[in-house]
């Protein structure tokens, strides 16, 4: 076999030495974190999460709060929403009866009190409602910061527990 040059290199001779360069070790881009970079770190993290337990154990009372308010101003409407439809049908054959003024007057005031009850309870069940679903979440996710801040308890007690030091026995004479 022929060696082809060029500007007299064997042409066998430029590959192994392109081959060479691609197979050296490259300088790393990557820096090594330091010890207290990483444990400080590791304490913020603890940290916000602990926070954020507090905040979200915070979050799930208040709204808990909000949602027995919101429960009690639903059952008061219904049962005045009950009193009122019951207002009406007495007015209502009571005006049958007799048509005068204050018969009149009496089923008017009894339907628009009526309506104005409708309202406020339509307003209160959709409240009540975007309540409850904000309370799912919070609940759900308060749990898990709470499982996760256990846990890591849990972990920090394990590697934070004194080492026990074994002492050495004695070695034992062996008699012949």
């Known amino acids: 076999m022929k060696n082809f040059t060029i500007s007299h290199i064997p042409i066998y001779t430029i590959y192994s030495i392109n081959l060479m360069e691609s197979q ?3 300088k790393s881009r990557t820096t090594v ?3 207290a970079s990483l444990e400080k770190v590791i304490e913020t993290s603890l940290a916000a999460l602990n926070a954020a337990n507090d905040n979200g154990t915070k979050a799930v009372a208040a709204l808990s709060k909000i949602a027995k308010k919101l429960s009690a101003e639903g059952k008061r409407l219904s049962k ?3 009193t009122l439809i019951k207002r009406k049908k007495a007015t209502t054959a ?5 048509d005068d003024a204050a018969t009149r007057k009496l089923f008017k005031a009894t339907t628009a009190e009526l309506n104005a009850v409708r309202k406020m309870a339509a307003k209160s069940t959709s409240a009540r409602s975007a309540n409850t679903e904000e309370l799912r979440g919070l609940k ?3 749990k898990r ?3 996760y801040t ?3 308890t849990k972990a920090d007690k394990i590697l934070n527990k004194p080492v026990k030091r074994r002492r050495k026995k004695r070695a034992s004479k062996k008699t012949a």
């Open 24 to 26: 050296m070790p490259t």
């Open 33 to 35: 974190v330091k010890s």
């Open 80 to 82: 005045k929403r009950a």
């Open 94 to 98: 009571k005006l049958k009866k007799s």
């Open 140 to 142: 759900a996710q308060a």
């Open 145 to 147: 910061a709470k499982a």
């Open 150 to 152: 256990g846990v890591l």
